[in-house]
């Protein structure tokens, strides 16, 4: 080994330490172009070529090295100080140089799945408890064929509601091309395989345990890293951004810090001659796409608030219950989309986890409670197993997932519950190597054709696998004799048994 190969060596451990995934310790296989700075909603500037900010104005007669000026809004110009999101982009043609966007066709077969599930806006609301098998790999699709909406409520024509899909990329976007969504913000959480993103702001690596958002109107490309092939969730925000969730009593700290977000520094490209690169629009749920004589990474500087960002899910400072009883999930936002007009403290989407962590409540059922909530819940699983729900086939599995809509029953299966409700509270490590989420939003959530038949991962028999078991253990104080509630047989018949046994 070479004296320069060991010192790039330590350069890559040193970076990796620093960057990324310190607790999960994903193999870093490409370092060198990601560059980050640090903070959620901080004001940033950056310059690939020295001097190409203009200093004390954002838009003079002719910016540095003859760029060209271009502002990217993300708010109304209009908004409180608190939410305006503006960049002042630098690049060597402005965005508006490009043929007209036509529609692509649904059976296209470049770009998107064939039979095509579109992005269609069709939600059908339904309130059965639904659960996925885990979704399966495809070994063609590139990212936008691999986009598949699953569920959401909403209309991005209103900039009202949410988008949730599935991605499955097997294969890199072909070159010279980019995508932006014009419909919303896209919160990123991968399940398996890495994603190599150029974005006009810069680059960034997302791998599993991470979360990247691209927000609104930004293009992108989406490669794999080391071919490995690549899948998991995305939740479309159709109005406002994310924002970290207010602390509370808890304090200036913990949850997901803001030092611990990363944001990519300026990377361009030069490609301006006798070349064609391809825009992909999507746009009101359809997709267009637009020819241009010159790459869409071409931002050599820029400056502002609206950018793309990542975050690794293990720097999250998790906290709980250290004296009793299982408090809210509310305690495991890492990311949170206000929306006013269903109430203060509303969320049209709380980004939240439950990763590894200590119980150690006394005298507590540990799991989540039974319950039914106006909230509507969405959730996936990254790596190992949740704790409130069965592992393995047919249970909630990684890249698998479940909805529980606004006002369905949910909670533990019977086993959960069994065991629960009768171990030893000791304290436990739940969780290790695992990594469930949820995207909760106050909207009543539907389902695509695509989620409910096309996909065929909807498992049947979810409740009657999970419930409809549950034995009843209600002993009724009044009854006399041996009757009482518990059940014999050792499996639930679904009868109230009081009803039955009453004797007064
Ligand atoms: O349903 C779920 O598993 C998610 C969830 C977890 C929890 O700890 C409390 C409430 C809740 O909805
Ligand atoms: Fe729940």
């Not at 986890?353 to 819940?377: C, D, K, Q």
Request: with cysteine; net charge negative.
């Amino acid at each position: 080994m070479t004296g320069i190969t060991r010192l790039r060596e330590a350069i890559v451990k040193h970076k990796e330490n620093k960057d990324i995934n310190i607790k999960y310790k994903t193999p870093l296989t490409v370092t060198e172009r990601y560059e980050y700075t640090h903070g959620f909603a901080t004001y940033n500037e950056s310059e690939a070529v020295p001097g190409a900010l203009p200093i004390g104005q954002n838009s003079p007669q002719r910016a540095p090295h003859g760029l060209y000026t271009e502002k990217l809004s993300g708010t109304a110009f209009t908004s409180p100080r608190h939410e305006n999101q503006q960049s002042w982009l630098y690049r060597i043609l402005p965005t508006s140089s490009h043929d007209n966007f036509e529609p692509v066709a649904e059976t296209s077969e470049q770009v998107l799945p064939s039979p095509s599930p579109s992005f269609g806006k069709h939600f059908n609301a339904i309130p059965n408890q639904l659960r996925w098998d885990p979704f399966d790999f495809d070994k063609e699709a590139s990212w936008i064929r691999s986009l598949h909406l699953v569920a959401g409520a909403g209309d991005p024509t209103m900039k009202q509601g949410i988008g949730m899909y599935i991605y499955t990329v097997g294969s890199d976007m072909p070159e010279k091309s980019a995508f932006y969504s014009a419909d919303g913000d896209f919160l990123i959480v991968p399940q398996h395989g890495s994603l190599d993103i150029r974005t006009e702001l810069g680059n960034l690596l997302v791998r599993p345990m991470e979360i990247c958002v691209i927000p609104r109107g930004i293009r992108y490309h989406v490669k794999l890293v080391n071919n490995e092939p690549a899948r998991g969730y995305i939740l479309e925000l159709y109005q406002g951004h994310f924002q970290l969730p207010e602390l509370g009593p808890i304090g200036s700290n913990c949850l997901a810090n803001a030092r611990d977000f990363q944001i990519p520094k300026a990377s361009f490209i030069e490609d301006y001659e006798n070349t064609a690169w391809t825009v992909y629009g999507k746009f009101d749920g359809k997709l267009f796409e637009a020819k241009q004589h010159h790459t869409p990474f071409d931002v050599v500087a820029w400056h502002g608030l609206y950018y793309p960002y990542k975050y690794d899910l293990g720097r999250f400072n998790t906290i709980g219950s250290i004296s009793f009883d299982h408090p809210d999930p509310s305690i495991f936002t890492v990311l949170s989309a206000p929306s006013l007009p269903h109430g203060q403290g509303t969320a049209v989407a709380d980004f939240v986890i439950f990763p590894p962590r200590w119980l150690v409540a006394e005298g507590t059922f540990r799991p989540p409670w039974y319950h039914r909530n106006t909230m509507s819940e969405f959730m996936g699983l990254i790596a190992g197993n949740y704790d409130a729900k069965g592992a393995g086939k047919g249970g909630f599995q990684p890249a698998g997932a479940s909805l529980h809509n606004t006002m369905s029953g949910h909670g533990p299966d019977m086993q959960t519950y069994e065991k629960a409700s009768t171990m030893e509270l000791t304290p436990a490590k739940v969780g290790e190597g695992s990594m469930a989420f949820m995207f909760e939003s106050c909207l009543m959530v539907g389902v695509t054709e695509w989620g409910l038949k096309t996909c065929a991962k909807v498992q049947e028999d979810y409740n009657a696998h999970s419930w409809t078991p549950l034995k009843v253990h209600w002993k009724n104080p009044n009854s006399r004799g041996v009757s009482n509630g518990e059940q014999k047989n050792g499996v639930g018949d679904g009868k109230d048994a009081s009803s039955i046994h009453v004797t007064k």
